[in-house]
């Protein structure tokens, strides 16, 4: 009978589970076929680390036919949505970086109203373990900004979609622009208590791992200790994993003269594209044989 009370209670606890689960989801963004393929391996890497949420990638009109039909194969969902541009919207915004305007495209995820909770992820980000963890968090939790960490960074958050929220994103941006020319600026000024109000709103480093050459003195130490137990890393900067040329046979990326790698980040990269090779190409070549056959 303990067992049998157990067993029920468990399938209980599972289907529970697994009927809330599906109206939550992680949530990426690639709004060109570059990003889709730093995407790509972000969905296998929560895939293969056995993610309960759904998959969620939101694209914008340039990426191709090839690439929406490869991404719908990882993600549950691929939804098109219009690119916001901080170029477009917030003309007299200060832009320091305008590369990355087009970031403010990540807002429309407020709109996913159909999930009542989602994590967002950059396509430059890397899952090394489960995060399910994450949905136990509330609106808006995210990790410091390793350049100010009074700021929180916007690579990884937790947000609840509402189309009230959305629409005042909206608005704050053509009100009051972006301090940085990207998402991370606008939603800092708009959560702008998180620094402060609740501590659970902060996500440890561990959950958005950066790596660069400019890193304070503190970091290398820190990365020594700590850098084992990350859960997400993020490829920082103008130098994504995508952008580097990889030698299948030796398993590592090829450090040329364009740029070498910090030895923190090689084993990051050499992962980044084992995936690529073991996971996301061979949906290619899949589609290709698919295309040929019919
Ligand atoms: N992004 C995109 N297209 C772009 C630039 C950025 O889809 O042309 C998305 C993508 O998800 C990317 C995120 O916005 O990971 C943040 O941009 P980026 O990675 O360049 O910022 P960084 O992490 O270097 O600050």
């Known amino acids: 009978v303990g067992a049998a009370t157990r067993y029920f209670t468990q399938n209980r606890r599972n289907s529970c589970f697994r009927r809330n689960v599906a109206d939550q989801a992680f949530v990426t963004l690639a709004t060109n076929d570059v990003c889709c393929q730093g995407a790509l391996v972000l969905g296998q890497s929560l895939r293969s680390h056995g993610a309960t949420r759904r998959l969620v990638v939101l694209i914008t009109p340039p990426v191709s036919h090839l690439l929406r039909a490869v991404l719908s194969r990882v993600f549950d969902e691929v939804v098109e949505v219009n690119v916001i541009n901080s170029a477009d919207c917030i003309p007299l915004a200060r832009t320091w970086t305008p590369e990355l305007g087009v970031s403010l495209t990540k807002l429309h995820c407020w709109a996913l109203t159909r999930y009542s909770k989602c994590v967002f992820l950059d396509a430059d980000t890397l899952v090394l373990s489960n995060i399910d963890e994450l949905f136990d968090r509330g609106e808006l939790s995210a990790a410091p900004d390793p350049g100010w960490p009074d700021c929180f960074n916007t690579s990884v958050f937790v947000f609840q979609p509402s189309l009230e929220t959305h629409s005042r994103l909206l608005q704050h941006a053509a009100d009051h622009g972006s301090f940085d020319g990207a998402d991370q600026g606008l939603l800092n000024s708009f959560f702008s208590s ?93 589609l290709r044989n698919v295309a040929e056959h019919t």
């Open 194 to 286: 998180w620094s402060t109000a609740d501590i659970h709103k902060h996500l440890p480093f561990i959950y958005n791992l950066s790596m660069a050459y400019n890193m304070a003195y503190t970091y290398h130490p820190a990365f020594k200790q700590f850098g084992s137990a990350a859960k997400v890393v993020r490829f920082l900067g103008c130098r994504k994993p995508w952008s580097y040329k990889y030698n299948p046979q030796m398993g590592s990326v090829v450090q040329d003269g364009t740029g070498t790698a910090i030895p923190q980040q090689l084993a990051f990269l050499n992962l980044w594209w084992n995936i690529y090779h073991s996971s996301v190409l061979p949906l290619f070549e899949n």
